[in-house]
């Protein structure tokens, strides 16, 4: 099974930071890679897919990069709504496996 | 809008069985994989089962034994999700997804299950 390491598993920003989250793959999975955030109480909200794509209607603050082994989520200006927890998810082979979640606090 | 609602979620006992089930609306169920994600009270999110769109491919995680059997009827777009020999480690939300390697990338709000005498 591939595993996935998400890091950080919290981190603490103020309105107007730039945030970044990485998850690392066991073994390549190209860009088969998924961002989800995840606010409290709520259902997950898909935010980027193909490591690279942005999910229509989410806004362009947000950002994915990488392929292979390393991928990055990008928050470029921390806003109010934007904490929250955040989880990645390889699909490259089955079974899927999610990261362990960052959960961003003020 | 996509909308998909969960419901059969509650109370059961340990060893028994619930099903689940997911209506779909505002695309095309038919032509879409749908998966089930489930998050236990306070962790994270755990992938559970995929099937195409057909219903040619099904998966599962590892640690549902057999236990778990996902199903969809396409002509009443809906998806479903029958769990037997119920143990406490299965109590948790349950969340119906489409298609998430691409469109649509949509998920209900879940329903949740609770095992417990």
């Known amino acids: 099974d591939i595993q996935v390491t998400q890091s950080p598993s919290s981190l603490s920003a103020s309105v107007g930071d730039r945030v970044t989250i990485t998850c690392r793959a066991s073994q390549a999975i190209r860009d088969d890679l998924g961002w989800f955030q995840q606010r409290s109480g709520k259902a997950p909200k898909r935010l980027i897919y193909?490591?690279?794509s942005l999910q229509s209607g989410v806004p362009s603050r947000f950002s994915g990069s990488g392929s292979g082994t390393e991928f990055t989520l990008t928050i470029s200006s921390l806003q109010p709504e934007d904490f929250a927890t955040y989880y990645c998810?390889?699909?490259?082979?089955?079974?899927?496996?999610f990261g362990q979640g960052t959960k961003v606090e003020i | 809008e996509v909308q998909l609602v969960e419901s059969g979620g509650g109370l059961v006992k340990p060893g028994g069985s619930l099903r689940l089930s997911c209506a779909a609306s505002?695309?095309?169920?038919?032509?879409?994989?749908m998966n089930w994600v489930r998050q236990a009270p306070g962790k994270g999110l755990e992938w559970v089962s995929s099937?195409?769109?057909?219903?040619?491919?099904?998966y599962y995680a590892d640690s549902l034994k057999g236990r778990f059997t996902i199903s969809r009827d396409n002509a009443k777009n809906s998806l479903f999700l029958q769990m037997n020999s119920l143990t406490a480690d299965d109590t948790a939300v349950y969340y119906c997804?489409?298609?998430?390697?691409?469109?649509?990338?949509?998920w209900g709000q879940g329903t949740l299950v609770t095992v417990s005498s």
């Open positions: 997804a489409t298609e998430l390697r691409s469109y649509p990338g949509y």
């Open positions: 099937i195409s769109s057909s219903s040619n491919y099904i």
């Open positions: 505002g695309f095309t169920f038919s032509v879409y994989s």
């Open positions: 998810l390889q699909h490259d082979n089955y079974p899927w496996t």
């Open positions: 193909a490591a690279s």
